[in-house]
């Protein structure tokens, strides 16, 4: 099966545009799943959907989350299909195996009070402070993923038109806008860069480490951390959830949940929905505070 699992995350990787992240961790899953067949004496070839059931069933009592028994199914359904369309098998025996219903979390967030502290938190003129309010001001001001933030280069930056040109998921492309702010602090950025650039003046990317090399989503979450204490924010706050935050003040300012859907490349309106929730806790406390029958 390994050989088979090699070609399908070929697959992957080369015909289906997947994230590096996403291949790596369908092949952890994959290998997991290996290991499980090995231990019942099966072939790939054998399995039927009881069998993936007793997987999922043991992936369970070691207490995992459910998004990540979904993700390890969804490994092993996508493998199964693949074989199914090279001609290894004739059925796929994931298919008909369901998928763990996911609980509904609202994701963290700042308000808006606490992201403009936030957002003020980088206070020097070096060239790393200014790169920092530029990028946590341009995660803010377009919700757009880190893996998307650390990938643009300085010629998808168009400043007449304040459009950043980002690569989402599955390599595919998409304009989002930018305020004020952030081409200020962008330009501001820009001025400064040449000072990180050290010898390496064919580096293409936006943001750059003190190395002068392209800044990596870990080096994203540490300058998110440091602001976060800076700020005495007592909140526990990702990079993600500026992305939650840009979306969550948008909605609650009237913003349609399509558009929102656009801004953050999210193909499915359902995952975009999950938004709702925070306007829905908003409108029980208003409603709590203010009706006399509460």
């Known amino acids: 099966m390994k050989r088979e699992v090699s070609q399908f995350l070929d697959y992957l990787s080369h015909e289906r545009k997947a994230s590096p992240h996403t291949v790596s961790s369908y092949g ?46 969804a490994a092993v359904r996508s493998f199964f299909q693949f074989g199914v369309s090279r001609g290894w098998l004739s059925e796929n ?29 980088p206070t020097s003129d070096r060239p790393l402070d200014r790169r920092d309010r530029a990028l946590l001001e341009l995660l803010y001001a377009t919700g757009i993923r880190v893996s998307e933030l650390v990938g643009i280069n ?44 050290k010898k390496r ?38 990079p993600h959830s500026l992305r939650h935050s840009f979306a969550s003040h948008l909605l609650s300012r009237g913003a349609d949940l399509r558009v929102i859907q656009e801004l953050l490349g999210h193909e499915s309106l359902a995952t975009t929905q999950k938004y709702t929730h925070l306007d829905i806790a908003r409108l029980m406390e208003v409603y709590r505070k203010s009706h006399p029958r509460s």
């Open 28 to 73: 952890r899953d994959l290998g997991q799943f290996i290991a499980f067949l090995e231990g019942t004496g099966l072939s790939w070839r054998q399995v039927r959907n009881i069998h993936i059931r007793a997987f999922m069933a043991e992936l369970q009592e070691r207490k995992l989350k459910k998004s990540s028994l979904a993700r390890k199914l």
């Open 154 to 197: 300085e010629e998808d930056v168009n400043f007449e038109e304040r459009l950043i040109r980002v690569r989402g998921k599955g390599k595919k492309e998409r304009l989002v806008p930018f305020g004020r702010v952030a081409e200020a602090r962008l330009r501001a950025y820009l001025e400064a860069r040449p000072r990180l650039l």
């Open 201 to 238: 003046m064919g580096e293409r990317a936006l943001f750059l480490n003190y190395q002068g090399k392209r800044l990596t989503p870990r080096s994203v979450e540490r300058v998110v951390d440091k602001y976060i204490r800076l700020a005495a924010l007592k909140k526990k706050i990702s």
């Open 93 to 121: 025996p994931a298919r008909v195996v369901a998928t763990p219903r996911q609980e509904k979390r609202v994701p963290s967030f700042l308000s808006e009070k606490e992201m403009a502290d936030f957002l003020e938190a």
